[in-house]
C-alpha cells in the first residue's frame, strides 16, 4: 500500500518531461473560449509554428471568467497573452503596468472574436418569451450570471439596459427607459451565480424560465444535447472578447511565439475553430461561411452606444443595476 | 551518554523551531498579508468599507446562517454520535465513514447535489413545488448547504467525548430510580458538554466562512441571499480589494475569536481530567 502511494505520488509530479528547445508561453482566455482554444487553435498554432519557424511552442492555457484571469494577472501569473471579455480589465492590466503596449492597434481594436446576448428558453420556448420586455412579465423567472465576477452578467445587463435605452437620450436616472425595463427584469431574477456555467447548472436543475447570456454559451449547450430554445432578440448588444499581450511577462525568447500567436488567433483557421464553436467570427469570409448558424439580430447595438465600456460600466451597473437589486 | 543527550535536545529545539516557522509561514503570513490590504488605504476607507449597506446585509445573513445550522446540527449531530457509539448495528462503520464526506467532496459539489434534489425537476423539489415553496435561492436552501457541509464537526466532536466517558455514571442514576430522560439530562449531557461545545464552535466557524455551497444554493443576490465569503469574493473580482480584505479580516477575526474562546472554556476542565 505505502509503495503504492510513493508510486502514485512520484507519477503525479514527473508527468511530461520538458524538452530545452520549446519555446513554452502561457494563454489565459476567457472561461468559454476553453473549448476552441484547447481542442482546435492550440494544436493548430503549434503545428503552424513548427511548419513555418522550424521550432516547437508548447501554449499552456488557463481558462477562468476574466475578472479572475485577470486577478491572477495582476496576482503575477506568468502569462504572455490574455484574452479577456472586458476592455475594463484589459485597461487594469495597463494601468499597473502589465501590458505597456497598446491593444488597441491589433486589428479590429483587440477583437477577435465576437457573440450576442441571447436568453435560452425552456424546449419549445412555452412562455414565448421573445423580447427582453418579455422577461419583466410578472411571474417570469430568469437567471444571469453576476455582474461583480462575470464579464458575461456584465453584457447581458448592458443588453437589457439597451433593449429599453433611447441611445440619443441616455441619462440613466429613473425616467430612462433603459432603466425602466432592466429594473422590471431584474425583478425576475431568481439567482446570479458566478460564472455563466453555473446559471446552466441551476437551469438543468429546473429552475427558470430564461438564461440572459452569450449566444456561443447557448448553442454551446444545444450542441451538447440539451433541449433547449434560444431566442435570439430584435435588439440586443454585440459583445466582443479582446486579447492583449501581457508585455511585463514576455522574455526575449518568447517574443516572435507570442506576436505570432496572436497574429493566429485572427488568421482563418483560427477563426473557423471559434465559429465552430458558437462563436461570430471578426473575420467577414468566415463570418460568411457560417452564415446560416447564427440568427441576423434585426437592431444590434455596442456597447460603443452605451458611452463606451467605462462609462457603461460605471452608469449601468455601478449605478442603475446596484439600484435594483436593493429591496 | 551526554552527547545523545545534547542531540536530543538540538532535535527537539530543531523540530519546536521549524514547526513555528513553518506555522508562521504558511498560516500566519498569509493572513497578516491580508491585513495589510485591508488598511492599505488608509483606516477611513476600512471602516467606509464595513459601512456598505451590502457588506452588512451580508455579514447579518452569514451570522445568521451561522446560528441556524449550528442549531441544526447541535441537535441531529449529538444524536448521530449516539448512534454511531452507543449502538453496534450492521452498516455502523459504513455510517461512520460517509459522515465525513461533506468534508471530502468539493462544496460546489454539495450545492449542485442540493440544486438537483430541491430543484422542480427533483422529486423532493417536485413535491414542494406543487405546494408552491421553494427551499432554494433563499435562507432555507442556504441553510441546508451549510448543515450538510457543517454536519461532521458536531457528530466528531462529541463522539470523541462519548467514547472516553464510562456509562457507569448513567448506571448508578438508573439504580437510583431516575428515569431516562432524567439520566440524559442530568448524567450524559453533562459528561459530554465539552464536545458539545466544542462541536457547536468548529460547526459555527466553519459555517462563517462556507463558500462552494452557499454560491450554488443562495442565488448569490447582492443584499438579500448573498453571505459574507460570497461578498468578499464578488468585491475582490470587481477590483475592490480594500472592501474584500475589510470583510475578510472581520469573518478570520470573527473565527479567532471563537476558536480562542473554545481553548479557554475547554482549558479548566481539560486540566482537571489531567
Not at chain 1, 233 to 245: D, H, L, M, Q, S
Not at chain 2, 10 to 17: D, E, I, K, Q, S
Not at chain 2, 139 to 151: I, K, R, S
Not at chain 2, 156 to 181: C, F, I, N
Request: aromatic residues 10%.
Amino acid at each position: 500500500m505505502k509503495r503504492l502511494l510513493v508510486l502514485v505520488a512520484v507519477a503525479l509530479f514527473t508527468v511530461q518531461p520538458a524538452y530545452a528547445e520549446t519555446i513554452k508561453i502561457n494563454l489565459h482566455s476567457c472561461c468559454v473560449t476553453e473549448d476552441a482554444t484547447t481542442k482546435e487553435i492550440l494544436p493548430a498554432f503549434k503545428r503552424y509554428y513548427k511548419e513555418k519557424f522550424g521550432k516547437d511552442v508548447d501554449v499552456s492555457a488557463s481558462f477562468a471568467g476574466s475578472g479572475t484571469l485577470k486577478n491572477q494577472i495582476l496576482g503575477g501569473a506568468p502569462v504572455q497573452v490574455a484574452v479577456l471579455s472586458s476592455e475594463l480589465y484589459l485597461d487594469q492590466l495597463k494601468e499597473k503596468g502589465l501590458i505597456s503596449s497598446d491593444w488597441r492597434k491589433n486589428p479590429n481594436k483587440g477583437a477577435v472574436i465576437k457573440s450576442v446576448i441571447v436568453f435560452v428558453t425552456r424546449n419549445g420556448n412555452p412562455k414565448g418569451l421573445a423580447t427582453f420586455a418579455d422577461l419583466a412579465r410578472p411571474g417570469t423567472k430568469v437567471l444571469h450570471s453576476s455582474p461583480d465576477t462575470s464579464g458575461g452578467a456584465q453584457w447581458a445587463i448592458f443588453a437589457i439596459y439597451g433593449a429599453g435605452a433611447n441611445f440619443r437620450n441616455l441619462s440613466f436616472g429613473p425616467e430612462d427607459a433603459g432603466v425602466k425595463l432592466l429594473s422590471a427584469v431584474e425583478r425576475n431574477v431568481i439567482s446570479q451565480p458566478e460564472s455563466a456555467r453555473q446559471t446552466f447548472v441551476q437551469f438543468d436543475a429546473g429552475f427558470g424560465d430564461a438564461i440572459v447570456t452569450y449566444e456561443n454559451e447557448a448553442l454551446l449547450e444545444k450542441a451538447r444535447g440539451r433541449d433547449y430554445a434560444i431566442s435570439v432578440p430584435k435588439k440586443t448588444i454585440e459583445t466582443e472578447w479582446k486579447v492583449a499581450r501581457v508585455d511585463r511577462n514576455i522574455r526575449p525568447e518568447q517574443e516572435h511565439a507570442v506576436g505570432e500567436l496572436i497574429k493566429f488567433l485572427y488568421t482563418a483557421e483560427a477563426q473557423r475553430a471559434y465559429a465552430k464553436y458558437g462563436f461570430r467570427p471578426v473575420d467577414k469570409k468566415v463570418g460568411k461561411e457560417f452564415h446560416a448558424k447564427y440568427a441576423k439580430v434585426a437592431e444590434p447595438f455596442t456597447v460603443d452606444d452605451l458611452g463606451g465600456w467605462k462609462n457603461a460600466r460605471k452608469n449601468v451597473i455601478e449605478n442603475a443595476w446596484k439600484k435594483t437589486q436593493a429591496r | 551518554m551526554s552527547r545523545s543527550l545534547d542531540m536530543d535536545s538540538l532535535v527537539r529545539g530543531a523540530t519546536f523551531a521549524a514547526a513555528l516557522g513553518l506555522f508562521f509561514l504558511l498560516i500566519l503570513l498569509p493572513l497578516a498579508s491580508l491585513n495589510q490590504y485591508a488598511v492599505r488605504e488608509g483606516f477611513a476607507v476600512f471602516r467606509d468599507r464595513l459601512r456598505s449597506p451590502d457588506a452588512i446585509a451580508a455579514l447579518r445573513l452569514t451570522g445568521l446562517v451561522a446560528l441556524a445550522a449550528t442549531a441544526v446540527n447541535a441537535v441531529i449531530g449529538t444524536a448521530m454520535a449516539f448512534l454511531l457509539v452507543r449502538h453496534r448495528f450492521p452498516g455502523r462503520k459504513a455510517i461512520n465513514a460517509l459522515v465525513d464526506i461533506p468534508l471530502a467532496i468539493p462544496t460546489v459539489v454539495t450545492g449542485f447535489a442540493l440544486l438537483l434534489m430541491y430543484g422542480p425537476l427533483g422529486p423532493v423539489g417536485k413535491f414542494l413545488g406543487e405546494r408552491n415553496i421553494q427551499l432554494m435561492f433563499s435562507f432555507p436552501g442556504l441553510l441546508l448547504g451549510h448543515v450538510f457541509v457543517t454536519f461532521p464537526f458536531m457528530v466528531r466532536a462529541v463522539g470523541a467525548v462519548l467514547e472516553s466517558v464510562p456509562r457507569s455514571a448513567e448506571d448508578a442514576a438508573r439504580t437510583l430510580g431516575a428515569k431516562e430522560w432524567q439520566v440524559f439530562a442530568f448524567v450524559t449531557i453533562p459528561a459530554i458538554r465539552e464536545g458539545i461545545v466544542a462541536g457547536t464552535f468548529l460547526t459555527f466557524s466553519r459555517s462563517l466562512g462556507e463558500f462552494g455551497a452557499s454560491i450554488m444554493v443562495s442565488g448569490n443576490l447582492v443584499g438579500r441571499t448573498q453571505t459574507g465569503p460570497l461578498y468578499i469574493f464578488s468585491r475582490f473580482n470587481t477590483g475592490d480589494v480594500e472592501g474584500a480584505a475589510a470583510i475578510a479580516i472581520l469573518l478570520a477575526l470573527a473565527s479567532f475569536l471563537i476558536l480562542l474562546l473554545l481553548q479557554l472554556v475547554q482549558s479548566p476542565t481539560a486540566r482537571r481530567t489531567a
